[in-house]
């Protein structure tokens, strides 16, 4: 059969030799390969030269009919029997690496188990068509059915109806085309009520798998909200109701707008250049834009690093702006679906709310074309009402449009405007729906029209592993995340702040304190500086008074220092406490930043909140409140908390049947930051551990026979109102054992978040890891516990310990960001101790290869705050040197940072 080739086709590829080859040779294999290969390679030419991505999306789909009619024509396969594209290939849609759907669509009377010659004849040369297609590097998804067969499947399943909806015909029985696409009606099966229903139902639960939101920072560009499978639901939807061929034809249904069509069809484009380009560059199937890949597409599209932006920030931010626009009028369409599809049969009459709206089934809506523009107030309005009324499911299409239509009315007399200013507090203050209607505000534009300010974090990523979503996305869930601490239903989530929020005077503060909180990022300079700057501008326009206006503009500015404090300071030390305590200055303020703080953590990653973080901030917050009731001119003195400490926890070790005598004597060779260092719960389950020791040999006064013998002591105790399991090592002072145990705790897979170290003055060591595992959660199984305890021994009690040869990998992401290593010394002349601060990147083993470095310095461990930001830590050590002295002198200094960079330099 000479199949036409139409003239376009032949600029990319010369079919007609194609034709000639193939009617004269008798394996059609070569011919059809180098062909595939060919177009192939032009298309990328093509790319590369800017062609238009529609024409090169149509254009491989018209070329691989070409090649499959070819060979379905070698086989002579026409015969009863169509071969239909269906999916993407059928909506005539093929990106380089595209899956091509086939349906091979054959009548009755082919019957696949019948061996007669004439149908074993059909088989054969199916099967051989089949593997040719695998051959020739085309990836095929395929199915072999009669039109009975395929009315069957698709009755069961919308994915099914979903495809073979858009079939086309390529080559083969047209009759058998028109057999299927008759039954496949709407009027045969799945009426359009239950079609659309189904495809909403879908559609959320497809938005579950991503969080219900576009802004996850590695998106997958067909299936995620906003991404090309939105446009293929409204698609699958207008074509089942009013038969149309095209989104297009929608415009003249009055379905969209001209406007709409082109967002849109702009949308579509975009996200096609995208996923076009992501096929070449990974040279494989592959709809997820990873790390991996963002940077060099950044680069491919010609964008630049600016001044507070690197070039793949704005590269996504643009992706975002494009997916927030596409879900924006997926929801609006969807809507309008179920308005004219779903309940049209209701009889339900639209119910007065005010003069502006109304109630239409469900939904609110203006009550006239000309509300917003004879009310502008209204564009404020309406959110409130939503609010207010938690049976309204949502805003009308043609009121979306309306809004839509009228944001250039938000301007500065707009944000002037007394009834303005007085709805958007209302809406900040309702005791119900405030994230929803915020996020509903930034998905329709009001909010970044509303808070100029706010437009310039819209979309705005963040590139690293700390930050899981885009800043916009981020604020909006620190705001639900504070919101959430006043529902009774969630009290158990952290029943500190719950407590707190209970009588906090004014939520509305805490919630304006999240909506700008990193609204300074992106601008370059101190983002909670210039968001604090806009947060007071905001509330002196909002009539707030100087008090309150005071606060928030403080809550910004200082939403990342209790964090800090926490983790990276010995929230044990009163100074620490006392420092932090002059900086809060008032309980109230304390109260405040302590939900903020809370809430901002919770939403910046799934993974980074943990029991830990949980426990230490909630001790930062008991120790503080304390402090500032005691009175700040009367902070809590050293020897003070010492000699408290020693009395509250000797009262508790006699109550457990310990001498005096015996805890006396012990305590006698330990040094006093012992006391300060260490809580009381941990004074008295240490001490007593080492007493019992002494009890088994009352003669002896020191476990000096014990630990002969290289033994150690190692106790393990999960600590729930801590957040982490606790590890204590008692045994013979030795210049390796930190290094020791942080390898073998990184062999056993646990995540070390803080060490102790005490020294006595008779050669003992007190060491104290507080460890989670690795996914972030205390270690409570007894069996695990008795096989850390049995690990830790054994390696502690060998003469000499060779440090384990470590296997755990880099992961994907961790493989995408580097941080250059650091080192930063301040000396602390007042207790005689260095702080040294290493920042690197986030490796497996890192603080055992710092431990290794120490070492070789010669330098002893007090302590070490462990803090991990994604793909990066900033850790704090608080070390000596071999004399238990400052280290002041700079070439030593210097000494310890090449051996650190040295040894983490090794791990990458």
Avoid at 134 to 142: C, K, R, S, V
Avoid at 680 to 691: D, G, M, N
Avoid at 881 to 892: A, L, P, S, V, W
């Amino acid at each position: 059969m000479q199949l036409v080739i139409p003239p376009p086709l032949e600029l990319l590829f010369d079919f007609s030799a194609l034709q000639t080859d193939l009617t004269e040779c008798k394996r059609p294999l070569l011919p059809l390969k180098n062909a595939v290969k060919a177009i192939y390679e032009k298309q990328i030419e093509q790319f590369h030269n800017k062609q238009n991505i529609v024409h090169l999306i149509k254009e491989r789909s018209q070329a691989i009919d070409m090649i499959l009619s070819m060979a379905w024509s070698y086989y002579n396969l026409g015969k009863n029997a169509a071969l239909l594209a269906v999916g993407g290939y059928g909506r005539g849609e093929l990106h380089p690496y595209s899956d091509l759907d086939l349906l091979l669509l054959h009548d009755a009377e082919h019957d696949l188990e019948d061996e007669s010659a004439a149908n074993k004849e059909f088989v054969d040369n199916l099967q051989f068509f089949i593997a040719l297609l695998w051959d020739i590097g085309l990836e095929i998804g395929h199915s072999v059915r009669t039109v009975d067969e395929c009315i069957k499947e698709a009755e069961n399943d919308i994915t099914i109806i979903s495809n073979l909806m858009e079939s086309r015909l390529i080559t083969g029985d047209k009759t058998l085309y028109e057999q299927l696409s008759w039954q496949l009606s709407p009027e045969n099966i799945w009426p359009t009520k239950d079609f659309t229903a189904a495809k909403i139902r879908e559609k959320n639960k497809r938005y579950l798998k991503f969080n219900e939101t576009a802004y996850n920072l590695e998106p997958n560009i067909k299936e995620g909200p906003g991404g090309l499978r939105d446009i293929q639901i409204i698609d699958w939807v207008a074509k089942r109701h009013f038969g149309v061929e095209s989104l297009k034809d929608l415009v003249g249904h009055n379905f969209l707008t001209p406007k709409e069509y082109e967002q849109l069809e702009h949308g579509q484009n975009f996200l096609w250049k995208i996923r076009f380009a992501l096929h070449v560059l990974c040279n494989r199937h592959e709809e997820r834009l990873l790390f991996d890949y963002q940077r060099k597409l950044a680069q491919q599209f010609a964008y630049t690093d600016c001044e507070g932006k690197l070039a793949v920030e704005s590269f996504m931010a643009d992706y975002y702006q494009n997916v927030m626009e596409l879900e924006r009028l997926n929801e609006m369409l969807l809507q309008y679906f179920q308005e004219v599809i779903i309940f049209s049969d209701s009889d339900a009459k639209p119910v007065k709310i005010n003069r502006q709206f109304i109630n239409y089934k469900g939904y609110i809506a203006a009550a006239n074309q000309n509300v917003f523009k004879n009310y502008p107030f209204a564009l404020l309005e309406i959110f409130l009402l939503l609010c207010q009324d938690p049976e309204l499911k949502g805003v009308r299409r043609s009121t979306i449009r309306l809004i839509r239509a009228h944001g250039y009315l938000i301007d500065d007399s707009f944000r002037k405007d007394l009834r303005c200013r007085t709805l958007f507090m209302e809406i900040i203050r309702q005791p119900f729906g405030i994230t929803h209607e915020m996020r509903r505000m930034n998905r329709y534009g009001v909010l970044a029209a509303y808070i100029p300010v706010f437009k310039q974090i819209v979309g705005q990523m963040q590139h690293d592993l700390y930050h899981a979503y885009t800043v916009d996305e981020h604020t909006l869930k620190v705001l639900r995340n504070a919101r959430r601490l006043f529902v009774p239903e969630h009290v158990d989530e952290l029943p500190l702040a719950s407590k707190i929020a209970h009588y906090l005077p004014k939520p509305e503060l805490l919630f304006l304190a999240a909506l700008f909180h990193d609204i300074g990022k992106g601008r370059g300079g101190c983002h909670e500086e210039l968001g604090a700057i806009d947060a007071e501008q905001f509330c002196q326009l909002h009539d707030l008074n100087l008090r309150d206006t005071r606060l928030v503009s403080w809550l910004v500015r200082n939403h990342l220092v209790m964090s800090m404090t926490a983790q990276r300071k010995d929230i044990n030390d009163p100074a620490v406490i006392n420092e932090f305590a002059l900086l809060i200055g008032e309980s109230q303020y304390l109260d405040y930043l302590y939900m903020l703080t809370v809430s901002d953590i919770r939403a910046t990653s799934p993974k980074v909140w943990n029991s830990w973080k949980d426990s230490l901030l909630s001790q930062l917050y008991n120790f503080t409140k304390i402090a500032l009731n005691k009175g700040l001119e009367n902070p809590q003195q050293q020897d003070e908390c010492i000699k408290d400490c020693k009395t509250i926890a000797q009262g508790k070790l006699v109550d457990n049947h310990s001498s005096q005598e015996s805890i006396t004597q012990l305590w006698a060779w330990l040094p006093n930051e012992y006391f300060f260092k260490f809580q009381v719960e941990e004074i008295v389950w240490q001490t007593q551990a080492i007493l019992d020791i002494q009890k088994q040999d009352p003669g002896q006064m020191q476990p000096s026979d014990y630990f002969a013998a290289n033994t150690p002591l190692i106790l393990i105790k999960p600590h729930k109102e801590r957040g982490g399991t606790e590890i204590f090592i008692y045994t013979l002072e030795v210049d390796h054992l930190f290094a020791m145990v942080a390898a073998t705790l990184s062999q056993l897979m646990l995540d070390v978040t803080e060490a102790k170290t005490v020294t006595t003055s008779n050669g003992y060591t007190y060491h104290t890891y507080f460890v989670l595992e690795g996914d972030g959660s205390i270690l409570t199984d007894e069996e695990r516990i008795e096989m850390i305890r049995f690990s830790l021994e054994e390696k502690l009690s060998q003469e000499k310990f060779v440090f384990p040869t470590l296997t755990q990998r880099l992961t994907r992401t961790e493989k995408q960001f580097s941080h250059k290593t650091s080192v930063h010394f301040d000396e602390d002349q007042e207790n005689n101790q260095t702080l040294m601060t290493v920042s690197a990147s986030n490796r497996p083993a890192l603080l055992s290869h710092i431990g290794q470095a120490l070492i070789e310095c010669r330098v002893h461990l007090d302590n070490a705050k462990i803090s991990t930001f994604g793909e990066k830590v900033e850790d704090i050590f608080i070390i000596r040197d071999e004399n238990k002295q400052i280290i002041t002198d700079i070439k030593k200094q210097e000494a310890i940072r090449r051996a650190i960079i040295q040894f983490v330099d090794e791990m990458e």
